[in-house]
């Protein structure tokens, strides 16, 4: 049964209930976060589990609800995410916790505000990190968010200390040098040892980002607490996993491999829920983007080696490995990532079962969360219903019946979620007619005009809180028979994502969406001060730009990006093309010129 016919089959079975009423799910095979309990009859009420194996009298006013050939399970926590947009995401897809690793001391204050408040019923609880640990250029600051950053070990406790005072419920610590062209400043082996027994000092765990085995080794000797991901690599030997798992066992200590991040970066997509009609009418066409990227510019299935044979070898020894997806990143999406995590942990060799615990019972234990990951009286009515048996088929998990958070049903968010997308498909945006050259900016000292569209304007991060400026001219270039926009840009910390340029918006509206699907690709002329720079493309309901990266030399220089260089870009929803400085601070300029959509 299709989605969107199983919800309109609750309703009209009178199954939409409310918090109001005590909910008694009837002959559900219950999945209790551990183990299979058998078939029961579980109780409901104010938020919590009151009963998970209710045999009294059935009142006249319970809500009931029908758990036959069904399975209840603790509603999903997925250990890795950067939880800064689509909070309301993760729920329709039954994930009611998430575990944040890296995020800016207002939205920390604010996760931890709805978390206090016991009423978040329309998005997941987030456990957050707050701002982790790195150093100077390390990584954690290219998002040009102002990190407070540190370099010696006698630093760590004074830093831990600012970390819980700002609301952080765990600390994380970063040990990265880059990859993949990036390269990156990494705190020392003394400092991060430093940082875990200072977070142990307060009680707090301490969590590690690593990107090698070699860091993972040291992160785990030091004391770490958990890693927080695992590494991509073509091959591990049979002692460098005995290490590993030597050292974990030793500390007590748990693994996030967080497949569904290291598949993108060896370029492997997450095609299971992509090929799910059930799951992706959930998600918007800007939504659907960052899952149908990946990092990887080819395929290169090799690199899963090392992850997949580590973990294989944890979960053996019986290492704790965590369910987390990394979501927030490049070939990921919220909610919907941890249905592929769950199928790529059982690939990798875990049970069913186990890759059930991995994000249930064994994400609140390694958190300390006390009141979340079991079926059991008195925890939080954070649950998941879903058709068949995910302990012997681990897609089960995504034929969701129903979701509770905080004992209230999530159908009706769902519905709203489903219609919202429906109505995005039967709207067709307006498709743009090229001018015949292609060429979109016709700049002159009197209007910076465009052939379509509501034309070109200053950019900046000034809306979003930030500090950062531009200023635009226009002058003479004899030499390219145009006119050119000088763009001077001062780009400032104050933002997470600081930037400044220009942008040009090819709807009469600002925001608005147009087809450009005339086009395929992109040209421009630049020149200016040798730095980098980005050009993105927005899309419908997103602010978030798929960018490209450019140089600006001291002479004239032609660029041409098709739009397949824009992962995941959608040219039929196009709201906005930008060019800008940033997010590095510091002051840029370049021009301008002869900027052309075209078909090639």
Do not use: C
């Amino acid at each position: 049964m299709k989605l969107t016919h199983l919800v309109f089959a609750l309703a009209s079975a009178g199954l939409m209930i409310g918090a109001q009423a005590s909910t008694l799910i009837q002959n559900v095979r219950v999945f209790d976060g551990e183990k299979n309990l058998g078939v029961r009859n579980v109780l409901i009420d104010n938020g919590k589990i009151i009963n998970t194996n209710f045999k009294g009298k059935i009142s006249a006013d319970m809500k009931l609800v029908d758990g036959k050939g069904r399975t209840l399970l603790p509603g999903l926590i997925d250990s890795h995410v950067h939880a800064y947009q689509d909070r309301d995401l993760p729920l329709l897809f039954g994930v009611t916790t998430q575990i944040d690793m890296f995020s800016p001391v207002p939205s920390l204050k604010e996760m931890n505000q709805q978390l206090s408040s016991g009423k978040n019923t329309r998005h997941t609880d987030v456990i957050s990190a707050g701002v982790l640990a790195t150093v100077p250029g390390g990584h954690g600051t290219e998002y040009g968010m102002e990190v407070d950053t540190l370099t010696k070990p006698e630093q760590a406790q004074a830093w831990v200390d600012r970390r819980i005072a700002e609301g952080s419920h765990f600390i994380k610590i970063v040990m990265e040098h880059g990859g993949g062209g990036l390269k990156f400043n990494s705190l020392d082996i003394e400092t991060v040892q430093a940082l875990i027994q200072a977070s142990h000092a307060r009680k707090k765990l301490a969590v590690v980002h690593i990107g090698t085995f070699e860091d993972a080794k040291a992160a785990l000797a030091a004391g770490a607490d958990g890693l927080v991901h695992l590494y991509v690599g073509s091959n591990i030997t049979e002692a460098q996993s005995k290490e590993i798992v030597a050292l974990a066992k030793k500390n007590g200590s748990f693994v996030i491999p967080t497949f569904s991040v290291l598949e993108s970066m060896a370029g492997v997509k997450s095609q299971d829920v992509l090929n799910d009609a059930g799951l992706m009418n959930l998600l918007t066409k800007a939504q659907v983007i960052p899952l149908n990227s990946s990092y990887g510019k080819q395929e290169s299935k090799q690199w899963l080696t090392a992850p997949n044979t580590l973990t294989a070898a944890l979960n053996k020894a019986k290492v704790p490995v965590l369910a987390g997806t990394d979501a927030g990143n490049t070939g990921t999406q919220y909610g919907i990532s941890m249905h592929h995590e769950l199928a790529s942990l059982v690939n990798a060799g875990l049970s069913p079962i186990a890759a059930l615990q991995a994000a249930t019972s064994a994400p609140a234990k390694a958190f300390r969360l006390q009141d979340r990951g079991l079926i059991s009286n008195g925890y939080k009515a954070d649950l998941m219903l879903v058709e068949g048996d995910p302990s012997s088929d681990i897609t089960a998990t995504r034929r969701i019946v129903e979701v509770w958070k905080d004992g209230e049903i999530v159908s009706p968010v769902r519905a709203e979620k489903l219609a919202q997308v429906a109505k995005e498909k039967a709207v067709k945006t307006a498709a743009v007619q090229m001018p015949s050259d292609g060429r979109i900016s016709l700049f002159s000292a009197e209007k910076l005009a465009s052939p379509f569209g509501f034309g070109w304007v200053p950019s900046n991060d000034a809306p979003m809180g930030g500090k950062s400026s531009v200023k635009l001219k226009v002058n003479p270039a004899p030499e390219m028979a145009q006119n050119a926009l000088h763009i001077e840009a001062s780009v400032k910390t104050g933002f997470a994502f600081p930037w400044a340029g220009v942008a040009f918006f090819p709807s009469s509206q600002p925001m608005q969406a147009v087809d450009l699907s005339a086009a395929n690709t992109l040209k421009f002329k630049v020149k200016g001060d040798g730095k980098t720079y980005s050009v993105g493309f927005t899309m419908q309901g997103s602010f978030i730009p798929v960018n490209v990266s450019f140089t600006a030399p001291a002479e004239w220089t032609e660029v041409s990006l098709p739009f397949s260089q824009f992962k995941g870009m959608d040219a039929s929803i196009v709201t906005m093309l930008a060019f800008n400085a940033g997010p590095v601070t510091g002051d840029y300029s370049f021009d301008l010129v002869d900027v052309r959509l075209v078909k090639e």
